[in-house]
Each structure stands twice: as C-alpha cells, then as structure tokens.
C-alpha cells in the first residue's frame, strides 16, 4: 500500500497451536503498534499461531539542522576571546555556520501515529482474507473429521461384537463364579465401549457446531484416546486388539488434525 509517506506491506503467517500466540516483527521504532495489532487480532482469531510481519519504507526527507546550544558556546568563546585579546573584528554569520557541528542534515521519519490509519484497514482486509482461507479449510477438515469419527464408529461395532462372541467362548470352560468373576473384572470392555460410543457421538455433534470448537474437539479426543488404551489394555483377543491398534490411529489423525480447528 502506497502512502503520501511512503509504502506499508504486512504479512500474516498461520500455522497449527493449542492457543492463540502471536508473533511481531515490526521496524525500529514501531513497536508501539504491537498492542494495537494485538488487540484487532484477537478480535477475529482465537487459536493458532500466527507471525505478523510489518514493513514501512518510508520516503525519507531532509532538513538543515542548527545545534544552538553549540553555536551559543562558540558565541560566547568569541566573546571572551575578543575581551581578553582586545580583538576589534565582529563575529560573521558566515563564519558561525561554518563551525564544525553547527549545521548538519537530518532525516525527517516517518511518525507511528500517522502510520496506524493506514495500518488498520490494511491489517482488516489481510485478516479477512485469512479468515476466508480458514474457512475454507475448515469445510475440508470438518468433512476429513466426520470421516475418521465414521471410521471409529464402524471399528466399535466391530469390536462389541467380536467382545460378545469372544466373552462367551472364554467363560463356557470356566465353572467356578470366582474364576469367571476375576477374568471379567480384568477383560470386562463393556463400559470403555460404552464410553468410548458416547465420546463419538459427542465428537460429530460438536463437529456441526458453528462457532469455535477447537479445544472441546481436542479434549473428547484425548478422552477417546484415554479409553482406547483401557481396551488395548484389557484386551484378551487378537481380533478385539487389532481393531483397537485401528481405532489408536484414527484417533492419533484426528488430535492431529483437531489443532487446526479454531
């Protein structure tokens, strides 16, 4: 974008993060527009870890500048010269100008405070277009999502039933009510998939929500995760810890995946 003092670019990076973490780079002596840059971000994003890069080429003029304290110092070193050595001549402009340091260029920079209004619309459409981008991916991942939680589902089933047949088959040789008590108080799968079940429905309900979702999505799935390691655990049948080994991957994707939901 192209100023009366000279031209503004910003960029804005998104990557994956559990929180909202925002990086500056901004040019010396703009730091001060960091608390404003922060502020109409946050706004609009609520996680993910952004880098924000600022660059302003500003059209530099120049001036002539006068260091009166120093010129006051030599006025009066003439004038304390000139009564102790009885010198007649007066002091010329001419020769004042020409000390050394008297005169020198400075730089006219450019203001943070007539930065900003140029700054905060530019900063609006680029998080705009961030934003249009997110959604869209979030379209792909929300479809991505509802596949794996499908696939969990069909794995579940898979295992209630295999449990049923397996349960039976294990306990039929076994007579005593202790014995049978100890094995199923060891291998009993019933309430993880139950458990498990509800977390899944859970899961796609809250994937049709509107608004941010990201963390609930990310703790359900550690929840999944949690009673997915109680079957492997408990596990007595090849069959039941192959499914569950299918059902631990689904829900590694998904945790990976879930950190790019806002």
């Known amino acids: 974008m192209v100023r009366p003092f000279g031209k503004i670019s910003l960029e804005i990076k998104s990557s994956n993060h559990r929180f909202l973490e925002i990086l500056f780079h901004l040019p010396d002596g ?4 960091e608390e404003k840059l922060r502020k109409e971000i946050e706004e609009k994003v609520k996680r993910g870890r952004l880098i924000c890069v600022v660059a302003i ?13 120093l010129l006051k110092e ?5 004038k304390n010269l000139k009564k102790s050595c009885t010198v007649k001549d007066e002091i010329s402009i001419n020769t004042l100008v020409n000390l050394p340091g008297v005169l ?10 007539e930065v900003w209004p140029a700054l905060k619309p530019l900063l609006s459409a680029t998080l705009e277009d961030l934003l ?7 379209r792909a991942l929300q ?16 295992i209630e039933l295999r449990f049923k047949k397996a349960l039976k088959a294990k306990l039929a040789p076994i007579n005593s009510d202790e014995e049978r008590a100890a094995f199923l108080k060891n291998t009993d ?8 079940e509800f977390h899944i429905r859970n899961f796609k309900s809250k994937l049709a929500v509107r608004g941010v979702v990201g963390k609930e999505l990310d703790f359900i799935a550690q929840e999944m995760q949690r009673e997915a390691n109680t079957l492997a655990a408990k596990s007595f049948d090849a069959l039941i810890s192959g499914r569950v080994v299918q059902i631990k991957s689904q829900i590694e994707k998904i945790r990976e995946q879930v950190q790019n939901v806002e």
Do not use: C, D, P, W
């Not at 703009?30 to 527009?33: D, P």
């Not at 030599?74 to 003439?78: G, K, Q, S």
């Not at 799968?189 to 498990?196: D, F, I, K």
């Open 104 to 113: 020198s260029m400075e730089e006219n920079r450019v203001s943070g405070y």
């Open 132 to 138: 249009a981008m997110r959604q869209k991916e979030g």
């Open 74 to 78: 030599y006025i009066l070193t003439f």
């Open 143 to 158: 479809r991505y999502l509802h596949k794996r939680a499908g696939l969990l589902k069909s794995n579940l089933q898979s």
């Open 30 to 33: 703009f730091f001060y527009l």
């Open 57 to 69: 080429n500003g059209k530099k003029t120049q001036r002539v500048g006068i260091n009166k304290a």
């Open 189 to 196: 799968v019933s309430e993880e998939l139950q458990r498990l």
